[in-house]
């Protein structure tokens, strides 16, 4: 998601690096939660990061996307990273010190409170009276629940969010579900993108400094999301160790997230649908009957003037760049959009679209401290 509620880009406009004390003499408003929310100082994790190599790939077919096993155009690195958080009086995060194991890299972060405000000398954002970050396109319910901010909005039953909407580049909805497992620290994961890998981790480099109203219950189990009203690949699942008191003391995150990568499939002339939409038929029917075992077949929609579904195959990436092992399974996926017309009494195909992408498979174990 492309907010800064809701992104590490949040953090980059929320504070500010070196450390620098808050000399406004002003009382700071009651913070939301934090009476009763444990304080957090340490949380640790291992992951394998993936970005763009800068290497242009194309393909001839979409059997040679779907065969490949190179995937040049990723660089694959595993990160250590740890996060350390110091309070205010007033139990809010004021300092956060960002270390890179991989790199022996530390770095920190400070945020700035005022009476009514937060954030460092270069962007404040406002509060309400309630201490929780507001403006034009931003309310909240007599509960305290967020229920609008810039683009989403957001949808609570038995005090959990369990939907969520938003328009920015494609209209995404999301449903939450969560363990029966009360939330003791009131996390606040809010509706991540999860076409994006980071979810708690995103939400413990930025969100959890950031006051937005009154936590979920219940501690979240699953996120799944709708893109542009059909279902994703996309999915996020969580499982929780515990302290003596309740607390949660490791998160296991199990997400296939976006591989933040396209390809144009086959272009297809109009002479050739029929031809394309056989050999398909043919490729389906052996996925089925398990004569084809490279690939796997789903039916994401089918009417009578639509039919979407896609052909995966998958990659295991045995390596990050530095020949460290991260064993990160890659699905490399075909999505086919059909669009059928009647045309003299039959049903013909109007029109053929093909999108080649990839699916990441990423497991997290996150490592609290108190």
């Known amino acids: 998601m492309k907010k800064f509620l ?3 880009a949040a953090m980059a406009m929320l504070v500010g ?3 620098k004390d808050n000399n406004d003499p002003t009382p700071p408003p009651t913070p939301p939660n934090n009476t009763t929310t444990p304080q957090l100082k340490e949380v640790s994790y291992i992951y394998a990061d993936f970005d763009s190599s800068g290497q242009g790939v194309s393909f001839n077919t979409d059997e040679d996307f779907l065969n490949d096993e190179q995937l040049k155009h990723y660089v694959f690195t595993l990160k250590d990273e740890q996060i350390n958080y110091q309070y205010d009086a007033q139990g809010r995060i004021t300092t956060l010190t960002f270390t890179q194991k991989h790199l022996n890299s530390v770095q920190t972060a400070t945020i700035q409170y005022t009476a009514n405000s937060i954030g460092n000398p270069l962007k404040t954002y406002p509060l309400n009276t309630d201490g929780n970050i507001t403006g034009t396109k931003f309310s909240y319910n007599g509960k305290k629940q967020l229920l609008h901010d810039e683009d989403a909005q957001y949808t609570w039953e038995n005090d959990n969010c369990v939907s969520g909407s938003f328009k ?3 209209k995404t909805d999301y449903n939450l579900s969560y363990t029966s497992h009360l939330n003791k620290n009131n996390f606040l994961v809010g509706l991540l993108d999860v076409e ?3 979810n708690y981790r995103d939400y413990f480099m930025s ?3 950031i006051p937005r109203g009154k936590a979920t219950k219940n501690l979240l189990q699953q996120v799944t999301s709708k893109i542009k ?3 994703s690949d996309y999915i996020d699942k969580y499982s929780y160790t515990f302290n003596t ?4 003391k490791t998160i296991v995150q199990e997400s296939v997230v976006s591989g933040r990568h396209s390809i144009g499939g086959d ?3 109009s002479s050739k649908y029929t031809e394309k939409w056989n050999s398909l038929q043919t490729l389906i029917q052996n996925i089925q009957n398990r004569t084809e075992k490279r690939y796997t077949y789903k039916e994401v929609l089918k009417t009578n003037d639509r039919s979407v579904f896609r052909i995966t195959s998958q990659t295991k990436v045995l390596k990050d760049k530095d020949n460290k092992p991260i064993n990160l399974l890659v699905d490399k996926v075909i999505q086919y959009n059909i669009i059928f017309k009647e045309e003299s009494g039959q049903r013909v195909i109007d029109k053929f679209e093909t999108e080649c992408t990839y699916s990441i498979h990423q497991n997290i174990t996150y490592q609290l401290k108190y």
Not at 245 to 248: A, K, S
């Open 6 to 8: 809701f992104s590490v």
């Open 207 to 209: 969100q959890i400094a």
């Open 267 to 269: 272009f297809i002339p």
């Open 245 to 248: 008191d309740g607390t949660v």
């Open 168 to 170: 920015f580049y494609r």
């Open 229 to 231: 009203d059909l279902p």
């Open 17 to 19: 690096c070196g450390s």
């Open 196 to 198: 994006e890998i980071g």
